[in-house]
Structure formats: C-alpha cells, structure tokens
C-alpha cells in the first residue's frame, strides 16, 4: 500500500520569498563577504522596516556555521495582521536558506538576556522555531567570557541543524 504522507519539502530561496510575497511581505538579503542582512517591509512600502536579521558565515571545525548575530521585529509589527511568528519565520527561512546555499551545516545563535521575562520568550520562540539549548552563557567559567565577547552578551546559546530546520518549515513554503 502507498504511503500517503508528504515527502519532505526543502523550499528554495525563490519558494521562501514567493510565500513571503503572497503574505503582503517583501523579504530582502544582502550580503558582503561572510556577512548578511535580511530585512523585510510590507510588499510596496520600503520605508518601513518591519524586522531585521544580521549573522555572518565562518568557517569552523567540521564545516561552515551560520553565526546569527541578532534578529529584530519592529513596533510597526504589532499592526500585523499576522504573528511576530510568522515575521520571523520568514526572515529566519531566508536566513537560514542563506546558510544552506552557502554549505552550512549548522546554525548557532543566543537568546540574549536582557530581562528574565523576554529572555524566557526567546528561548521559546527559537525552539518553537527548531533550535534547541547548547549552553547558558552566564559568566560563570572562564569559557563563557569566550562566549561573551563572540556574542556581546549573557544568554542561551541555541543551535539547529539547517537541514532539520528547512524540513521542519518546508510545509509553510510549498507552492
């Protein structure tokens, strides 16, 4: 008997940004060298950026790693008619597209800790998203100053396979 569950969907940049424009949602990335920027604003108004991701591809033990630096929503986001979610599933797909294009195996990224609070949603939104928790970054041993200055900050060090993660969202992108 035939199966009749979907076989898995890895969606290609033009699928990622095509589902994004299909949601009113114009998702740019730019690069220079290693680093990027992907930043989106709804389909016909430049002017307002509604969020913003910025990393870099380095090279490391075992293959390239795509280094997420920060991921940022706008106020403007909260006259979505969609999730922060959604906004950040899409700029993460690109993101995460980006490093797959360019042979990462793994992408690494911490859930800053400004506030105990906003911190605890972090963590949530980056699993929810696929990622799960390396290491707490709390400036307690000698190997989390390393950590500090690679990241600027105390936190949740997350990582994911990229592979996982566009399986996982493959779905949310299928023509």
């Known amino acids: 008997m035939a199966s009749t569950s979907a076989s898995p969907f890895i969606p290609s940049m033009a699928e990622i940004l095509a589902a994004s424009s299909s949601q009113g949602l114009h998702v740019h990335l730019s690069t ?13 108004d430049a002017s307002l950026e509604l969020g913003r991701a ?7 033990i075992g293959g390239k790693v795509l280094h997420l630096d920060s991921m ?7 006259e979505l008619d969609r999730s922060i979610f959604g906004l950040g599933l899409f700029l993460g797909a690109v ?6 294009d360019q042979g990462c ?9 400004d506030t105990p609070l906003y911190h605890s949603k972090l ?12 290491h707490e970054v709390d400036g307690s041993s000698m190997g989390d100053l ?24 493959g779905k949310k992108f299928k023509p």
């Open 123 to 134: 963590v949530r939104f980056y699993k929810r998203m696929g990622f799960r928790i390396k």
């Open 72 to 78: 940022r929503m706008s106020r403007a986001t909260l």
């Open 105 to 113: 195996a793994r992408a690494e990224l911490l859930a800053i800790n």
């Open 95 to 100: 993101v995460i597209r980006h490093g797959y």
């Open 146 to 169: 390393a950590h500090m200055l690679v990241w600027g900050g105390r936190g949740t060090k997350m990582e994911a396979q990229i592979d996982d993660l566009l399986l996982k969202w």
């Open 54 to 60: 910025e990393g870099v591809i380095r090279p490391w």
């Open 32 to 44: 220079v060298g290693p680093f990027f920027r992907v930043r989106a604003h709804r389909s016909g």
